[in-house]
């Protein structure tokens, strides 16, 4: 069955911290993985996908197929970063859709 | 992204009214997604529909139906509201395939009393 696990429902960070916001998927064949970023009272939105290998507003995540996580990282987090992040492998094959985890909540502190 | 969008956006009903959420996309994308937002829960998916011809269930469709009039066009029916049934619901395009990237709209916050 196809599972993606956010552990931390929250991340309370000060500016200027370090971040990183775990994501473990369990699914069939080599999905394609993705974070969706959603700001106060904004839509979800794309903040990076791992086959583009960009850096977006600084983050960028490692895709480690031996562990199967995406973890999310940025080096000196800003209090713009405060949003609910998730994570959402999206299988390949046309019949397949994505799931999503369960969100982390991160905040930074001035 | 303006290219999505929901109607209403703020709805408040009463334990078994009918209700229609309604989103449109200009992208032209063929797929198109309901999902409903709850704290703690994340995003669980209601139906999607993959053209006009293929709609499907997601994991909770139990209470809810939808319609896809036209490729630009994806309502969801709650047939008789349910306070449970309280959340933010959200509507999603993509392009054609699996992998593609997801487009949201703003989200329609329904309160069931």
């Known amino acids: 069955a196809q599972r993606v696990t956010q552990p931390e429902k929250l991340l309370s960070v000060f500016k200027g911290a370090p971040v990183e916001l775990k994501c473990n998927y369990s699914?069939?064949?080599?999905?394609?993985l993705f974070w969706y970023v959603q700001y106060s009272r904004q839509r979800l939105q794309l903040l990076l996908r791992?086959?583009s290998r960009e850096s977006i507003k600084g983050f960028t995540a490692d895709l480690n197929k031996g562990e199967t996580s995406f973890h999310l990282k940025k080096p000196f987090a800003q209090e713009e970063d405060s949003a609910m992040y998730y994570c959402?492998?999206?299988?390949?094959?046309?019949?397949?859709?994505?799931?999503f985890g369960r969100g982390t909540s991160l905040i930074v502190h001035p | 992204d303006a290219d999505v969008t929901q109607t209403p956006r703020n709805r408040i009903t009463k334990t078994g009214k009918r209700i229609m959420l309604e989103c449109s996309q200009t992208?032209?994308?063929?797929?198109m997604y309901w999902y409903r937002q709850d704290p703690g829960l994340g995003l669980q998916l209601i139906y999607y529909?993959?053209?006009?011809?293929?709609?499907n269930k997601g994991e909770i469709s139990d209470g809810y139906s939808v319609s896809r009039q036209a490729q630009a066009k994806f309502s969801l029916s709650l047939e008789s509201a349910i306070p449970n049934q309280t959340a933010l619901y959200f509507c999603?395009?993509?392009?054609?395939?699996?992998?593609?990237?997801?487009?949201f709209g703003p989200g329609t916050r329904l309160t069931v009393l």
């Open positions: 959402a492998p999206h299988a390949s094959g046309g019949s397949y859709i994505p799931t």
């Open positions: 791992h086959i």
């Open positions: 699914y069939s064949g080599s999905p394609e």
């Open positions: 529909s993959f053209d006009v011809k293929d709609i």
């Open positions: 999603a395009t993509a392009k054609g395939s699996g992998t593609d990237t997801q487009y």
């Open positions: 992208k032209g994308h063929d797929r």
